[in-house]
């Protein structure tokens, strides 16, 4: 299997599969299909009770389709529905990721929900959080670029609580008040999200939120 990432910042992501290879994607992440590919519908791994808890709980589809090459050097083409850049991560531990952010993986990557309690809503507001279950390739879309940062040893970061694509389980996460009351009333940062080392940190540049807000005084009003 080979892959490439183009287009960007509008990515989508172009795999060039051989006989029997697989990939497992979001419910209409699908752009295009050349050469002779399968698709087939499926529940998540894991069976009922996981597709309905990624549905339900974590903001997913809660099916996914497999796309299977029945020769070689076919084509797939699959994008997310966040307009930014398109990234890969290689994972080999478990991370957490941003509900809506999820395009596809390898097969024997999928995902899961996972509790996150009352005080860490760092996605949005959501108590629950997706979950990465195995090893491979995740491919993950965000609104705007997508910005790395490895956190070493006594290494800490403060985090804008829409900016989070993905965390590697390693690292230690609250949320907390950032500043004073003007801070939270004027500033525009009322929560953050501490990360303490060790782990990596996907970031994404732009804020849903603030683009909506940002739409508002242009949107049609009622009479």
Sequence with gaps: MEYEIVKNPMGLIEFTLNKGERITAEAAAMVFIKGNVKTETRMRKGGFLKSLKAAALGGESFFVNEFIAGEDNCTLGLTGNM??????????????????????????????????????????????????????????????????KKLEQEEKMILDNYQLVALSSTAEYRVKKHGGFKTTLFGGEALVIEITCPGTVYIQTKNIMEFTRALIPFLPKRN
């Design 83 to 148: 307009l930014g850049y398109i990234e890969v991560i290689d994972v080999n531990e478990e991370f957490i990721v941003q509900s809506g952010a999820f395009v596809g993986s390898t097969t024997d990557l999928t995902l899961d929900t996972k509790w996150q309690g009352f005080t860490k809503g760092i996605f949005g507001s959501n108590l629950f959080m997706l979950k990465t279950v195995g090893t491979g390739k995740m491919f993950v879309n965000a609104w705007g670029g997508i910005i790395s």
